[in-house]
Every structure is written in structure tokens, then in C-alpha cells.
């Protein structure tokens, strides 16, 4: 029983979403492989080489491997698929785009979003934007999952000594191309990753508030910036920073919701946090019923107060 | 060309589910039923389409019980031509391989030049139907698309990514997802929605379509997530401070 893990990497570095996913791999009883699909890849393999617990790591290298596109990437996986009891993505944008064309071409079944391992074929997964818990088992002779990062530990990045195989890439689909990205770049944590998350909603106004009140908050502490969707919808803050079921599910140290009413799709993103922080002038706010510390106060006030006292 | 746009009859995203006491499931039974939002999404984005000119005609289809009826119908109210329903069984857990399964079965038989999904629903947050059926057919997908622009046999898609955003072009016929911000889907009116009841509406069970509906994963139970419980509130700034220094210790 072996268990491969689809890496996330930017081709020199490997992203802390792969950790977590090498715990939840390990978690299903076997040894694990990690496959790191790119292009010039060679450092991010070597990185994942290094994980604790890792026994192979297998680098394809290809232009067509560049911007992991689901169609290319897919076929890796499917060309050593058969060497696999478990085949886990993490579960960010990246990963839920691969997983599900791989299961299907395999005809298995997808298990989603996995937050425990209860035996090689049962795991532990959240639904009704984490309302209710299922636990399920797979009939499948391959389980395809994607993992939930928060539920797992990250596995250590250094410690291990996996042996690197370098097979030829398969051949390129034709059918998609990578045209362009936006990527925002600023020196923050990444949302997904980062200990401190600050978090803004729709009491901020406009993007200019949002900037001028939440930016000195996550430069004092070092901390990502989150939003609610309320806050995103209005365009205050940019799509990706958006926290809840559809966004991003954060679990940071701490994590200060300022001017969120705490919706149950907001919650279902961030209540695994382990510290929650509530500023809100309404006393009602669902919110409140999540929060180790509440604050009743109007967030223009409370929160440059707060810069002042850190 | 032809749209093809599968919606899911889902539990009304403002309803709290909660878990029955055996532990078998959620209880939905006398629940608020709506279209899953991101469904929603994609049947605004493909009548869009159709009145650019574009597209010359939108489907709708539905997999599951019989009430998805009304589901296809708030499609056609808002736009759609017509609707195809895949009837299943009420006692048979229709999950996303078997979906993706028949709707490769009804692109067949329809020939789309595009497929738009939802890119999940918020009843079991699986998000794997449209990537699935891209595998199944064989074709290009762009997922958790914002923006669709439709020109020369090729899609030009961006889509949400961690970070940012990506563009991507596919050549037709693709599948595409759709995230929350790809448009604002229009109020249906009354007219409308006498208009959507004469359109054709036709049924067909899985056997029709000769695919295989049995469930691969078997839910052992359901429970309750861990409670969170409500914490204490601090009169001031200060107060807040001292909590996260010296009793929470996170800062």
C-alpha cells in the first residue's frame, strides 16, 4: 500500500499545503511519494525530497508542466497511477481543479476535503459548509481525496532523504493554454498558511477604508489580510482573499474578525481557528458566539486603538 | 452552439441544516429547496451568451428527483430554452461520478459547444462534477471562471486562483465552472416564469441513458461538528490586549 502526493509547488519552492497533504498520506497507512509535476522544478523536488517521511519523490519536468494545467497535469498522474493505493491532493484551488479528472478517468470516486483519516477506506469530511461532519468509506480499489490543510499537521520540511526519479513527461493535450495571471504580490503570509489572519467585512465601507484600517493592522502583527465575502462582493477587497465555505478555510493562531457579522458560510471558513478576536459595534453579531475575545466597538476606533497598543 | 448548464436542487443557502439524532444524515425534510447558487451563476452567464449571440440555445438539466422539476423551471424562467430531466430514485445517493457519468451520456446525445456548472454545490461542498465530466468527455476545462469571453472555436476564461487570477483559453467544445463573482444573476418575473411552464421539458432515467448509478461511497454516519463556545467580551482595547498577551499568549 503506497500512497502518492500531488505536490504544490511554484516550481522552486513547495508550497506548505504539500505538508499538510504528506500527514494526511501517511495517516493512510503506507509509504508515501510525492509527485512534483513543472517546469525547471528541480529545487522544488529537491525540497520535497527532504520531507520527513517521504520515501520517493518522482520529478517530471516539462514546458507543458509550466502552469499545471489540469489536463497535462492529470496525465502524470494517471501514467503512475497504478502504482497507488491513495492518491491525495491538497485541497486549494489548485489541487480541487486536478483531483476530481484524475478519479474520473480512473472511475473512482472523489472523497473531498478529507479532516481525518479513521482507516486506509474511511475518512472523516465536512459538509453543509461544515454543519454537519460524514464519515464515509470508499468501495474503490484507489482512493482519490483532496485534503483539507487545516486538518492536518504539516509534516516537517527537512529530516528526510527520498530518493528522486525523473521519468519523461507525457505528451502535451493541445486542448487548454495558459494565456496570463494576476498574481498579487506583497510580503504577506499566504492566507492559507499564515499564524495571524486580520479580516475585514462589509462595516468597512469602501476599498479605501478597507486599506487605510486593516492594512497597519496586519503590518503591526505580521498577519494575512482575509475578508468576508460581503466585503468582497462590494469590491473592497480583492476575490482571493476571500474566507468561508466557497473561499479560502483558514485555521490561524489567531485570527480578529473586524466588522463581520459572522455569516454561517463565514464561519464554516475560519471557526477551526485557535484564537478568535471579534470587533463589532452590534452586540448581536453571530460572530460573538464564536469568539474567545468580543469586542463591542466601532472598528474605526477600536482597531487604530489597537495598532497604538501592540 | 449549444449551452449545456446542469443544476442541482440543494438545501436554500439560508437554511441551517441540522444533523438527525441516528446520526444518518442531515434532516431536509420539510426544508426550503432553492438552485445551488453557483448553478444560478451559469444559467445567467449562458442566456447571457445566447443574447450576445453566441450561443444559439441553452439546456438545462437536472439529475435527481422528481421535484428537480421546479428547480429547471426557475432555469427557464430565467432563461433557458429548455430542460432535461434525469430522473433517479429518491433512496439512491446520486454522488458526483455518476452525475458526471450521465451528463457525458446527454453531451453525446445534445453535441454542446459549451458546458457551464456551478463549481459546487453547497449541499455536499464536493466540487468535482465539471472536472469530472471534462474527463469523462475528453475535454479541456476551465474551472472557477469570473469572466468568459467566447471567440474563434476558443473560450477565453479567467478563473479565481490561490494568489490572483489565470487566464486560460480552451478550444470548444470545453467545460467551464463558475465562481461567485462571474455575474449577478437577473430577477425572474412573473412573466417569465408563466413563459418557463409551456417550455419543453423532457425525462429520461439513467437506464435510458445507459449508465450506472450505484454509489461508490457509503456515508457511515453524520454528526455534529465540534461546538465552538462563545467566549467573553472585553470592555475596551486594553483589556483586549492583555487577553491575547497574557492569556492567549498568540501575540
Redesign the interface.
Known amino acids: 500500500m503506497t500512497a502518492l502526493v500531488i505536490a504544490e509547488h511554484d516550481n522552486a519552492s513547495i508550497k506548505v499545503a504539500t505538508l499538510n497533504t504528506v500527514t494526511a498520506a501517511a495517516a493512510c497507512g503506507g509509504d508515501v511519494h510525492v509527485l512534483v509535476a513543472g517546469h525547471h522544478a528541480a529545487a522544488a523536488a529537491a525540497a520535497a525530497a527532504q520531507i520527513a517521511g517521504v520515501s520517493k519523490v518522482i520529478h517530471v519536468d516539462s514546458e507543458t508542466l509550466a502552469?499545471a494545467?489540469?489536463?497535462n497535469l492529470?496525465a502524470e498522474v494517471l501514467a503512475i497511477a497504478a502504482h497507488y493505493s491513495h492518491i491525495l491532493f491538497p485541497a486549494?484551488?489548485?489541487g480541487?481543479?486536478?483531483?476530481?479528472?484524475?478519479?474520473?478517468?480512473l472511475?473512482?470516486?472523489?472523497?473531498?476535503?478529507i479532516t481525518q483519516v479513521a482507516s486506509p477506506d474511511?475518512f472523516e469530511r465536512?459538509?453543509?459548509?461544515?454543519?454537519?461532519?460524514?464519515?464515509?468509506?470508499?468501495?474503490?480499489s484507489t482512493k482519490v481525496i483532496t485534503v483539507r490543510t487545516t486538518g492536518f499537521d504539516a509534516a516537517a520540511s527537512s529530516g528526510g532523504a527520498a530518493a528522486v526519479e525523473t521519468p519523461v513527461a507525457q505528451t502535451d493535450?493541445?486542448?487548454?493554454?495558459?494565456?496570463?495571471?494576476?498574481?498579487?504580490k506583497n510580503d504577506r503570509p499566504?492566507l492559507?498558511a499564515a499564524k495571524?489572519i486580520v479580516s475585514g467585512g462589509r462595516a468597512l465601507g469602501s476599498s479605501e477604508k478597507f486599506n487605510e484600517v486593516m492594512t497597519p493592522l496586519a503590518d503591526k502583527?505580521g498577519a494575512a489580510i482575509g475578508a468576508s465575502?460581503a466585503a468582497?462582493?462590494a469590491g473592497y477587497a480583492?476575490?482571493?482573499l476571500?474566507v468561508g465555505?466557497?473561499g479560502?478555510i483558514v485555521a490561524p493562531?489567531?485570527y480578529i474578525a473586524c466588522g463581520i457579522s459572522g455569516a454561517?458560510?463565514h464561519l464554516a471558513g475560519m471557526?477551526d481557528s485557535?484564537?478568535?478576536?471579534a470587533i463589532n459595534k452590534d452586540p448581536e453579531a453571530p460572530i460573538?458566539?464564536?469568539?474567545?475575545?468580543?469586542?463591542?466597538?466601532d472598528l474605526f476606533t477600536?482597531v487604530p486603538?489597537?495598532v497604538r497598543?501592540? | 452552439m449549444k449551452i449545456l448548464v446542469p443544476v442541482k436542487r440543494v438545501v436554500d443557502y439560508n437554511v441551517k441544516v441540522r444533523v438527525k439524532s441516528d446520526g444518518t444524515g442531515v434532516d431536509i425534510a420539510n426544508v426550503k429547496m432553492s438552485m445551488n447558487p453557483f448553478d444560478e451563476i451559469a444559467i445567467e452567464e449562458a442566456v447571457r451568451l445566447r443574447e450576445k449571440g453566441v450561443a444559439s440555445e441553452v439546456i438545462a438539466v437536472s439529475c435527481g428527483v422528481t421535484q428537480c422539476q421546479e428547480t429547471l423551471r426557475t432555469a427557464m424562467a430565467i432563461g433557458a430554452d429548455r430542460g432535461i430531466l434525469v430522473e433517479t430514485p429518491a433512496d439512491v445517493d446520486l454522488q458526483p461520478l455518476a452525475v458526471a457519468k450521465l451528463l457525458k451520456a446527454l453531451i453525446d446525445k445534445e453535441q454542446p459547444g459549451l458546458i457551464i456548472l456551478g463549481k459546487q454545490a453547497i449541499d455536499d461542498d464536493c466540487n468535482q462534477t465539471g472536472q469530472m465530466l471534462a474527463a469523462l468527455a475528453d475535454l479541456p476545462q476551465a474551472t472557477y471562471a469570473s469572466k468568459i469571453e467566447v471567440a474563434d472555436g476558443h473560450a477565453l476564461v479567467t478563473r479565481e486562483i490561490d494568489g490572483g487570477l489565470e487566464i486560460l483559453s480552451v478550444s470548444l467544445p470545453a467545460v467551464v465552472t463558475t465562481d461567485l463573482r462571474l455575474n449577478e444573476p437577473r430577477y425572474v418575473t412573473l412573466p417569465n416564469i408563466m413563459k418557463a411552464k409551456k417550455k419543453q421539458l423532457d425525462t429520461f432515467k439513467p437506464e435510458d441513458l445507459g449508465v450506472d448509478i450505484t454509489p461508490r461511497i457509503k456515508t457511515l454516519k453524520v454528526s455534529e461538528p465540534a461546538k465552538r463556545s462563545a467566549g467573553i467580551k472585553v470592555p475596551d482595547v486594553a483589556a483586549l490586549v492583555d487577553k491575547l498577551k497574557n492569556v492567549a499568549k498568540v501575540i
Open positions: 502552469h494545467l489540469a489536463e492529470a486549494t484551488a489548485a480541487k481543479n486536478v483531483a476530481p479528472r484524475v478519479a474520473a478517468k472511475d473512482v470516486a472523489q472523497i473531498s476535503d474511511t465536512p459538509i453543509y459548509a461544515g454543519n454537519a461532519m460524514a464519515t464515509v468509506q470508499s468501495s474503490d493535450s493541445g486542448k487548454s493554454s495558459f494565456k496570463g495571471c494576476e498574481i498579487a499566504e492559507t495571524i502583527l465575502r468582497v462582493d480583492a476575490n482571493d476571500q465555505q466557497t479560502k493562531q489567531l454561517i458560510q471557526k485557535k484564537v478568535i478576536v460573538f458566539s464564536v469568539a474567545d475575545f468580543g469586542l463591542e466597538a477600536a486603538e489597537l497598543s501592540l
